[in-house]
């Protein structure tokens, strides 16, 4: 029970300063044990009550803005404190201020606009007591009586005592507090704080408790070396991460950075982590190690994911510039042996070279195809088509060589639903997922799956390869081929889609970019499931009812010199940027009868048709300044009823939105009754 001596009273001076200083020590103990400010305002003020004996008292403290506000009162109404907040003879942080004391309020006309407030209160009497730490002043004690009030030297040494105490126990709280923020900062973020001794393995002498949270491994394994920080350290890692920590120390480095892997206890995972060191030194030696650690497994894992997928999309450019460029001179080489087979006899030695070489060159364009193929930009000719028949035709053609090494399971259901699709490229797609899952077996027994299926996606699809975007949800038709085999571990499945990488011993690591060009092509994806022992599944995704307009393709010609005999009569333009391509193109045309002008780009083939129109333009689409979609929406414009030929090694993303119904379109490389055929067909002609 606190009792509150009374001025004027019967105690006598000796009980009365026992019980002060019974307070002030009370005040000291419970300030030691506060746990918050809050804690510390009430034992403040109960210490008030009993040391002063006054009836009211406040504490007001200085907010970071520098306005003097309460922080806790006893004995005082809303609108007083609201009237009198703020006010104050005193600066933050001015050094050791002396109490000021009014004995009567009613005669102390200093207090000026506040006296009114003051004495409406009903407060006779004014202490103002400095709260004063290392800073300088942090705030003040009011201390109110409802009568005046002399203040003796007694009274105000020990009030400036029990003021000191608070000032301390708030200064302190204040700290902790702050400290507190910052530790919940490391316990409850992702990085780690270490304390390591410099000596061998690294003992750690302090851990922030969030190190459980985040490595799985407990502050006191650490801390007792139960489990030794370099134990923990990739085996591949250490030497190195040793060797730079002894390379830093040797040259005087104030923070250095690693990273390195680091075991997680418990499920044994390695995690990439970052490590910011800081050497602390007593005079010129080491003596110990700070570091913030910090997990950027996930981090490094994405920045990963992204350099894949720019050096993916980057090979897919490349491959496709290196196909076209390529496809241009397989024109020139192909056309022109063409050429020398009309006009040699077949019996002749050199006919036989010229076959070598047309053979070469065939296989050399197959190659373009599949680089383009990657490159999402090769040829596709749509048409309505029965996958799961497609894939049964893929099968049988198989079938010897697929059920020799393994049980082969089919689910190919009739009445799936049509999807438009280039034949030729599906059934490159089915033949290289088979050939792959029986190579998986690698010899030994085993199963493939080979089924057809109607799916309908609710959500987004994450495919397969790094650079491929989310399918989006929808119906498909899926052709999904899965093995018994081997499989494959997370390094292979991230580069499966990479041209030229192969896990076979020969080939050319072109059939499964392919396949994902293919599908980038069709407007589809591609999704692989594998693990190592656990067999592989690939599924290919076709939406259903994709309207593609077709394009129309010249057919080889079955007649080898044929146009050579025609006599067309017709004017035609060869626009291309290639001088091999347009002499090659010269050369059969005129052949054919035709009066032939060429233009090595968009603007000089303009020019020319604005002089003299030709009966038909045979346009390149993939040219450098204006570009052959650009011309040919031109032309159609101008002329709309002029036959045009279009070519390229390209899809023409482009072309359905500018073609009209007339227009042909040759696919790069070509031969000479091809192209003669074609323009023949484009003028009408037939």
Known sequence: ?????????????????????????????????????????????????????????????????????????????????????????????????????????????????????????GIRALAFFPLVTGGGTVGKFMVYRNEPHHHGNLEVELMQALAALTAFALDRQRAVDALEMERRLFVGGPTVVFKWRNAPG????????????????????????????????????????????????????????????????????WRWIYDFTVPVRAGDVVTHYQGYVLDQTERRAATDALNQRQRLESLGVLAGGVAHDFNNLLQ????????????????????????????????????????????????????TLDLAALVAECVRMLGSSLTARAVLQVDLPARLPPVRGDATQLRQVALNLLTNAADALQGAPGTITVAVALEDLQVPLVQAALDATPLPAGRYLVLRVRDTGAGMDAATRSRIFEPFFSTKGAGRGLGLSAVLGIARAHRGGVRVVSGQGKGTEFA??????????????????????????????????????????????????????????????????????????????????????????????????????????????????????????GTRFLHKPYPPAVLVDTVQAAAGKD
């Not at 923990?232 to 923070?255: N, S, Y």
């Not at 570009?627 to 899809?651: H, K, M």
């Open 1 to 121: 029970m606190v009792r509150i001596g009374r001025v004027g009273g019967t105690m006598d001076d000796s009980a009365r300063l026992r019980e002060q200083l019974s307070a002030l020590g009370r005040a000291t103990r419970q300030f030691g044990r506060a746990r918050s400010t809050a804690e510390v305002y009430r034992h403040a003020l109960e210490a008030i009550a009993v040391v002063s004996g006054a009836p009211r008292a406040s504490i007001l403290l200085f907010d970071p803005d520098g306005v003097l506000r309460f922080k806790a009162w006893s004995g005082l109404s809303d609108g007083y404190r609201a009237a009198v907040e703020g006010h104050t003879p005193w600066s933050p942080g001015q050094p050791d201020p002396e109490p000021i004391l009014t004995t009567d309020v009613a005669l102390d006309h200093s207090l000026g606009k506040y006296q009114p407030i003051i004495l409406a209160e």
């Open 202 to 269: 690294w003992p750690v002498e302090y851990v922030s408790p969030n190190v459980e949270q985040v490595f799985g491994v407990t502050p006191l394994d650490l801390t007792t070396g139960r489990v030794p920080y370099a134990s923990l350290i990739h085996p591949e890692d250490l030497t190195r991460v040793a060797d730079e920590v002894a390379q830093h120390t040797r040259d005087q480095r104030t923070w250095f950075e690693q990273e390195y892997r680091l075991k997680r206890s418990g499920d044994g995972t």
């Open 332 to 383: 020139g080489v192909m056309g022109n042996v063409a050429l020398a087979q009309e006009v040699l006899p077949q019996d002749t030695e050199a006919a036989g070279y010229l076959q070598d070489a047309a053979t070469a060159a065939t296989r050399a364009s197959d190659l373009t195809r599949q680089l383009l193929a990657y490159s999402g930009r090769g040829m596709v000719v749509p048409e």
């Open 540 to 661: 290919f995704y076709l939406p259903v009812n994709t309207s593609t307009p077709p394009v129309a393709r010249a057919e080889p010609a079955s007649t080898v010199g044929a146009h050579a005999h025609k006599k067309l009569g017709l004017a035609v333009l060869v626009v291309d940027d290639d001088e091999g391509v347009r002499q090659f193109a010269r050369r059969s045309l005129e052949l054919a009868g035709c009066t032939v002008a060429m233009a090595q780009d968009a603007e000089e083939g303009l020019r020319l048709m604005e002089a003299a129109l030709p009966d038909v333009l045979v346009l390149d689409l993939t040219m450098p300044g204006m570009g052959g979609q650009e011309a040919l929406r031109r032309v159609q414009e101008r002329w709309p009823s002029l036959p045009v030929v279009v070519c390229s090694g390209y899809t023409a993303e482009a072309l359905p939105s500018v073609v009209s119904a």
